[in-house]
DNA sequence: GTCTATATGTGGATAGAC
DNA sequence: GTCTATCCACATATAGAC
């Protein structure tokens, strides 16, 4: 592995655990084990580095949402991916940077996280609008609304869970969550029948 | 204003507008418009203050949720308090903390942003079982589980408002946490008819 | 390419005058 | 009580040797 490529891991995982303000070159050099030099030779420095290694990141969390399209009913791939084990309180890697000033400040940094949340409200929205069109939630269900209702259990499931130090709220909200789309999926079969 | 007040009252400020890590001795005195000697003579330093400003904010916060409490329906209670206008771009003054990773680890700061989640929760708790009992929702409702599946949603607006920039994430969640609500309450007429 | 040495600013806090 | 002066450590980056 080279010292570029240890310097990104490093950059990542430390993105993670302290978030960007809190990170400094120098403990990304100490993690990735090179000197100072390597770092400013592969990169403009912790910015550009930043950069690179959360694009990665954000890349990995976006491909993440892909259950949504999967095989089986529409419904039944929504359920299934909030159900998906989350550890809540390490938090979302890209939901965290959100809350990060520095990094709402840099309009790169902002267009990364943007991107990956795009991307996975997408996918959302295509399978609620394929939920509605099998007749498995209500006619009345905007896709948009419901997409953004969804993802934002999720990510508000890691704030519970890092308040509280503990797993419990981000798996109530889940169960919450699947719970309501069966009282809509309940709905939707008896006001507004498929077939 | 006392000089006291006044470095409590900017510290709450900068707490919101940049968090605790990236809130430095120099900013909170700057802003208080107070010498140094003043902050370290009132406070042990910058954890003192922090913890003395936000544990304000923490009540304030708190007793904000107080309209689930309030009169009319229980359902319609949460419904109201739902779609109280929320300035997602800003993020939520304590559920911001927790992605502060010197917060997490701090146990004193990170227990008033618990006990005010607490709090909350407690009352969304008691809306949800008192909207149960009235026939609004299914019998099969978890209140539990509700309280932190629509406390989520609320926090995770302000996540994806803050992604984009933008405050329309935060309503269309909102949005579609109504609509399911809607649909969780038509579906407890159908099948668990209250009288 | 990678290293060590160095420079400049700031974070957080203490000392002690007024 | 409030101020200014000062301190040490660290963040971030540059310079230049190997």
Redesign the interface.
């Known amino acids: 592995m080279s010292a570029r490529d240890q310097l990104t891991a490093a950059m990542a995982e430390l993105l993670w ?3 960007y ?2 990170t400094s070159p120098r403990d990304v050099m100490a993690r990735a084990g090179v000197g100072q030099g390597s770092m400013y030779h592969h990169f403009g420095g912790k910015h550009d580095l930043a950069v690179e290694a959360f694009s990665a990141v954000a890349e990995e969390m976006a491909a993440a949402s892909s259950p949504l399209d999967g095989d089986g009913s529409p419904l039944e791939r929504m359920k299934r991916y909030l159900a998906i084990p989350r550890a809540g309180t390490r ?1 979302c890697r ?3 940077m ?5 990094v ?1 400040a840099d309009p790169e940094l ?1 267009a990364v ?2 991107g990956a ?1 795009d991307a996975m409200l997408a996918r959302w929205e295509r399978a609620i609008a394929e939920a509605v069109t099998a007749g498995e939630l ?1 006619a ?3 896709p ?17 869970a ?4 503990s797993q419990e ?1 981000m798996d ?6 699947l ?3 069966d ?2 999926h ?3 079969r ?2 507004d029948p498929p077939d």
Chains 1, 2 share one sequence.
């Open positions: 655990e302290r978030g303000a809190a938090g890209v939901g965290r959100t809350q990060d000033p520095q709402v902002l996280v943007a949340f209500p009345s269900t905007v948009a609304d419901l997409a953004r209702t969804l993802s934002a259990v999720l990510q508000g499931g890691y704030v519970l890092r308040a509280k130090g709220p109530a909200a889940v169960r919450g969550a719970s309501l789309l009282a809509a309940a709905a939707a008896t006001s």
